[in-house]
């Protein structure tokens, strides 16, 4: 099946500095791919669509100018989180979606543990 | 009102043997697709099964099958022989078809099951 990365897998920070997660789909084209959170023991809760080459469409409830978006290319979404607090610490989740599958499968990242200190 | 219901929040199951964990799903479009995603503690999802709506018949892979109850609206996955390795959080996740002023798929997962094998 398709492959979908994520850089970093962990990432401990301190409050107030901003933290690059990269998410790769390394042997398809993505034009589409989504970002999710998670929190122990929770589900995953979109957070945005990020669409190739225009603005991501985020979920309500979540800050577009906290969470920043850049789906640059049609293999790889960077999402920012912009002055992190604790309680941004999370689990995050991202996926690519597949055309080549029967079905528009997502294929998933294995996901990155965020801890803000 | 939640679309996706998993009412098992923790199951266990002998090793060997099957069990059933439960989905239902609530949709007023009759075009949509169900899947099952097996996330072990790394925090992968892994995707285990799919159903489309318009599928005749249940969906199949390995050990896993779907049973799918479209009337009742109800997608439970059926795992045979347990093993150990099957013990995780599994998630029921329901694809709508995409909606006219959004460019992402309408893709909601439910609250997850945490299933157990015991050996």
């Known amino acids: 099946g398709a492959v979908v990365s994520q850089h970093p897998s962990r990432v401990i920070c301190k409050s107030g500095t901003s933290v690059k997660i990269e998410c790769r789909s390394l042997?398809?084209?993505?034009?589409?791919m989504f970002w999710y959170r998670q929190f122990p023991k929770q589900s995953l809760m979109l957070m945005a669509t990020?669409?190739?080459?225009?603005?991501?469409?985020?979920e309500q409830g979540v800050e577009k100018d906290k969470f920043l978006i850049n789906h640059a290319s049609l293999t790889l979404s960077t999402l920012t989180v912009t002055s992190a607090h604790p309680e941004d610490s999370s689990f995050y989740i991202c996926s690519a979606l597949g055309l080549a599958g029967i079905h528009n499968e997502q294929f998933f990242g294995p996901g990155t543990r965020l801890t803000v200190l | 009102a939640q679309k996706i219901t998993q009412t098992q929040p923790g199951m266990f199951v002998q090793e060997k043997e099957a069990v059933t964990l439960d989905c239902t799903y609530d949709t007023s479009d009759p075009s949509y697709g169900l899947f099952w995603y097996k996330q072990p503690s790394s925090g992968e999802m892994i995707f285990l099964i799919y159903q489309g709506s318009y599928d005749q018949q249940n969906a199949t892979e390995g050990r896993y099958s779907l049973n799918f109850q479209k009337a009742r609206k109800s997608a439970n996955l059926v795992i045979s022989a347990s093993q150990l390795g099957d013990s995780a959080m599994y998630f029921c996740?329901?694809?709508?078809?995409?909606?006219?002023?959004?460019?992402?798929?309408?893709?909601?997962f439910g609250p997850g099951t945490r299933l157990s094998v015991l050996p």
């Open positions: 996740a329901m694809r709508e078809p995409q909606d006219r002023d959004n460019y992402g798929q309408n893709f909601v």
């Open positions: 042997d398809f084209q993505a034009t589409t």
């Open positions: 990020s669409n190739e080459g225009s603005k991501a469409t985020y």
